[in-house]
């Protein structure tokens, strides 16, 4: 059996491995069967339709469920002597990551576990109805109180954390990272913009037939409608500029998807059919996320530790203001007057069954705190309105 558990996990980070095919942000196309439209088919934004209102469609089916691809070449591990070093805690690099520093492999949040804060979360759970679905792991939730001096010794809460399962829309967070990153890195001098690509090309401005690393007008203004409307069109488009390879070595530098802490966050394919499938190694999902992930990426964002700290003001912005309004800031806004809300959502419904997950950096007055949510269940959809009231009240009563 654990032989069988193995071959199956090689399998799936060999089909990982087709990210490695675009590091160098070129795409491949291939023979594999084309998954079904993902997010939502009648609108721009899968987040800002209104639920009763969605068609039917089925989520993205696991792995396993798919017929088996044709066999994929694994590639090679990189050499010795430019192969880049276990990270902080010592999990091995997969060798078909091409993965740089960043400069980012030893950053982390600070985090400090709190079992007074973790029992107002575990009440606040279940005073919104939502306790039975903690029992059978079908919603994780992180709440990290960044009040006062907690921004860089912040005390958190967990709960089924680590649960990984589809995205949907908050798989953007990575993307958004993942371009500014890839600015920094031609900033720096890591990524050689004398000889652009075709897809360099339609990321950087440029200066006199010269590519600038700076982000040209089209690809700034997808960003935006990305982050800010959900607009799938965009991000697929941004995903094929960046590409599944370079925003999957983004995530693992980050420390926002490991297998060892269950997956977390992972974006593999566009969001349309026919696209490249580069699965989540954990799960096989082609847009995956966990609470654990989501809360990692927002600190650093409150912390201004997400490349710099102009990139994180700037990536803050940009998740500001957003016209959708769905669940957490729906209530807050509602019922906590003041508060500012930097966020994404993701929604994917189906018959009975719903993915509903939340995730934002709060801000009112000298409260600051960052709450997230991955659930699938029909009852996400209002039960996640009374969780973060709950959990608002947690921050406020820890003062």
Same mark, same amino acid.
């Given at each position: 059996?654990?032989?069988?558990? *193995? ?40 987040? #800002? &339709?209104?639920?009763?209102?969605? +068609? ?20 090679? +591990? =990189? ?19 091409? =993965? ?9 949040? $600070? ?21 039975? =679905? &903690? ?12 009040? $006062? ?7 958190? @809460? ?18 958004? %990272? ?19 690509? +075709? ?8 200066? $006199? /037939? ?10 700034? #203004? ?29 995530? !693992?530098?980050?420390? %926002? ?8 966050? !992972? ?5 349309? +059919?026919?696209?490249?499938? #580069? ?25 201004? *530790? ?13 998740? @500001? ?9 729906? @209530? ?5 007057? /003041? ?16 993915? #509903?997950?939340? @995730? ?6 000298? &409260? ?13 959809? &209002?039960?996640? !309105? ?12 820890? $003062?």
């Amino acid at each position: 059996m654990e032989g069988r558990a *193995r071959g199956v996990a090689l399998g799936l980070w060999a089909l990982a491995a087709l990210a490695a095919c675009s590091h160098a942000l070129g795409e491949v196309e291939l023979a594999l069967p084309a998954p079904p439209p993902v997010e939502e088919a009648a609108a721009a934004s899968g987040d #800002a &339709v209104p639920l009763g209102a969605r +068609p039917e469609r089925r989520p993205p089916a696991p792995l396993a469920a798919q017929a088996p691809p044709m066999p994929l070449p694994v590639a090679p +591990p =990189l050499p010795a002597e430019t192969h880049p070093p276990p990270a902080a805690d010592d999990e091995p690099v997969p060798p078909f990551l091409h =993965l740089r520093d960043h400069g980012v492999l030893t950053i982390e949040p $600070g985090w400090q576990e709190s079992a007074s804060l973790t029992a107002c979360a575990t009440r606040a759970i279940a005073a919104a109805g939502l306790a039975p =679905l &903690v029992a059978d792991k079908s919603l994780g939730v992180a709440l990290v109180d960044l009040s $006062g001096e907690r921004l860089l010794r912040p005390e958190v @809460a967990f709960v089924n954390e680590r649960w990984t399962t589809y995205a949907a829309s908050v798989s953007k967070t990575l993307l958004l %990272l993942s371009a500014f990153v890839l600015r920094e890195d031609a900033r720096q001098g890591r990524l050689p913009l004398d000889a652009p690509t +075709p897809e360099l090309a339609g990321i950087f401005r440029s200066d $006199g /037939g010269r590519l600038v690393p700076e982000f040209n007008a089209d690809f700034e #203004a997808s960003l935006g409608k990305m982050i800010r409307e959900s607009h799938n069109e965009s991000a697929s488009r941004l995903i094929d500029l960046v590409s599944p390879g370079f925003i999957a070595d983004v995530a !693992w530098s980050h420390r %926002l998807y490991r297998p060892s802490l269950g997956g977390g966050l !992972w974006m593999g394919a566009p969001f349309r +059919p026919g696209s490249m499938l #580069a699965p989540d190694p954990v799960t096989g999902q082609w847009h995956a996320a966990s609470a654990l992930g989501l809360a990692r990426y927002f600190t650093l964002l409150a912390q201004g *530790r997400l490349v710099s700290p102009a990139a994180s003001a700037e990536m803050k912005a940009l998740h @500001a203001d957003s016209p959708i309004i769905d669940r957490f800031n729906r @209530a807050l806004l509602a019922h906590r007057p /003041g508060s500012k809300l930097y966020r994404k959502t993701g929604t994917y419904w189906v018959g009975e069954l719903l993915w #509903a997950h939340d @995730a934002a950096l709060v801000e009112r007055g000298p &409260v600051r705190y960052v709450a997230t949510a991955v659930c699938m269940s029909k009852i996400c959809e &209002v039960g996640l !309105w009374g969780l973060i009231l709950g959990l608002d009240d947690c921050i406020a009563a820890a $003062g």
